[in-house]
């Protein structure tokens, strides 16, 4: 096939947290995402650290209702009050899918409720009768890097195997509720970030685990009950259902062909590849007594977990593809190889640098690909891509964002060379469809949208909306099937 299938999944993505706002309506619960503060005065390279560390004193501080700090994420670009809106645009644009997540603590404010918050469920019916009213496939994630707060202090968060339990019972609540209105689903949000943020993705605060790397792999082998647990409870309520798993797939290319070099590429990549490893196979790979054994982790995996991960492997893999990185054995013997931003690999020398540090990296994405459809032999679904850039209106009121859609269509390229190499690619949808607080820097200023939102880093701003060059242009690429790019 060298064409697009006629079917293919078109659309954007956001996660709740990023673009609710409204935290404090509708009885919801603070998530672990509510309390991140930003700070314009703060070094631009400790941003992103805010992301990765988290103390108590910090989120002590958040929950104090005398703080004074702005917490970006509460806020985010007040989608809970402007989706109709939002949802008529995407449809203008001729979306085929919206990809967002339900926020937990909408539904289940502490985590650890019996009955959930009727509020809660009802915004999320009335925002998929709004996609559906256009055609719009909702995709949903249930859990988008925002657990209940009060599981993270409570109860410790996904090490405990408690959460579970709490997790099926929100997972349930959400399928019997929306059963008629939504078919795609995945489970956890790039569930290999872990190794980058325990915080955000699994709740433990670094502080009370002096083996962070033990708590990290306890915490998401719950992670995978759970995800097999729902992805069953799923097949069951909804029985044309898929469930997909959703990592983060940062393609790693040895920095040079010293051996070295490409034996820990083939190391470090299984470090993340590890995840959907188990998740679409149903079984954790051979290679995993190893790793664990160097990382000093000793699982406690309770009787009858491998008969659940092994008959409830995911139907479909979906992953997140922004950059690559190269990797070396011997960083330190290289000049000029300080790494991605947000992860710290080694730059590649023949790739440029967004203005964030992310390497772009278009023929990555199909060898991304490739390498998961040789892999899994499952349908792919890319769940984010897309450029984070500093955007200017001009003086005509326009925003030419000719970098956006340069970035869009050399990846979309990429896609149509992999369906010609034979990959099932059944859905893409581009990253913060919508200008939307950045998950790492909790900024406004980094923008992926094809609409613009008039809100700085602060939360000022009128939050209107305005379309940007790229919108006109996406909306051809989905009119034409991905034809005229
Ligand atoms: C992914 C996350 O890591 O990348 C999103 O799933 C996030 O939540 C996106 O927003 C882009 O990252 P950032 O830090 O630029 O917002």
């Not at 995993?288 to 699982?299: A, H, I, S």
């Not at 998950?439 to 939102?453: N, W």
Request: hydrophobic share 30%.
């Amino acid at each position: 096939m060298t064409k697009f299938p006629k079917d293919f999944l078109w659309g954007g993505a956001t996660a709740a947290h990023q673009v609710e706002g409204g935290y404090k309506e509708g009885g919801k619960g603070l998530s672990v995402s509510d309390v991140y503060t930003f700070d314009s005065r703060l070094p631009r390279e400790q941003w992103t650290d805010q992301w990765h560390l988290m103390t108590h004193q910090q989120v002590e501080e958040a929950q104090d209702p005398k703080s004074k700090k702005y917490y970006p994420k509460r806020h985010g670009n007040d989608f809970y009050h402007h989706y109709k809106e939002d949802i008529a645009l995407f449809a203008e644009m001729g979306f085929k899918c919206y990809r967002t997540s339900i926020a937990w603590t909408r539904i289940f404010p502490n985590g650890d409720e019996l009955v959930p918050n009727e509020e809660g469920l009802k915004f999320y019916d009335n925002m998929f009768d709004e996609l559906l009213k256009y055609g719009i496939e909702p995709v949903v994630s249930l859990s988008h890097y925002e657990m209940p707060l009060y599981l993270a202090t409570e109860y410790g968060g996904w090490v405990n195997r408690k959460v579970i339990d709490f997790y099926v019972n929100f997972a349930n609540t959400v399928f019997e509720r929306y059963k008629n209105k939504v078919k795609y689903w995945m489970t956890f949000n790039e569930i290999n970030c872990v190794k980058h943020h325990p915080y955000v993705s699994i709740g433990v605060i670094e502080e009370n685990h002096p083996d962070i790397e033990q708590a990290k792999y306890q915490g998401v082998h719950h992670q995978f009950v759970a995800s097999a647990l729902a992805t069953k409870a799923c097949h069951k309520i909804i029985p044309n259902s898929k469930v997909g798993c959703m990592i983060s797939y940062q393609l790693l290319v040895p920095y040079s062909c010293d051996p070295d070099d490409v034996q820990k590429t083939v190391t470090s990549q299984r470090d993340s590849l590890f995840f959907s490893d188990v998740q679409a196979r149903g079984e954790y790979p051979a290679y995993t007594n190893r790793m664990f054994e160097e990382k000093g982790v000793q699982l406690e995996v309770e009787i009858g977990d491998e008969e659940i991960l092994s008959q409830h492997p995911v139907d479909y893999i979906s992953f997140s593809y922004y950059m690559s990185s190269a990797v070396s054995a011997h960083p330190e013997k290289l000049e000029h190889a300080e790494g991605n931003l947000i992860t710290g690999g080694i730059k590649n020398p023949h790739l440029p640098s967004s203005e964030w540090g992310w390497q772009v990296d278009p023929k990555g994405l199909r060898i991304a690909l490739n390498q998961l459809y040789d892999r899994y032999q499952k349908p792919l679904f890319i769940a984010e891509n897309g450029l984070g850039a500093v955007d200017e209106i001009q003086k005509d009121g326009s925003i030419q964002d000719d970098y956006r859609i340069d970035y869009l269509k050399q990846h979309i390229e990429q896609m149509k060379e992999a369906i010609h190499d034979g990959v099932d690619l059944f859905g893409y949808t581009s990253w913060g469809c919508i200008d939307i607080v950045s998950a790492s820097t909790s900024q406004m200023s980094k923008r992926y949208g094809f609409i613009y939102v008039d809100q700085d880093d602060e939360g000022n701003g009128t939050k209107q909306r305005r379309k940007k060059k790229s919108f006109d242009w996406y909306k051809k690429v989905i009119a034409t099937n991905g034809e005229e790019l």
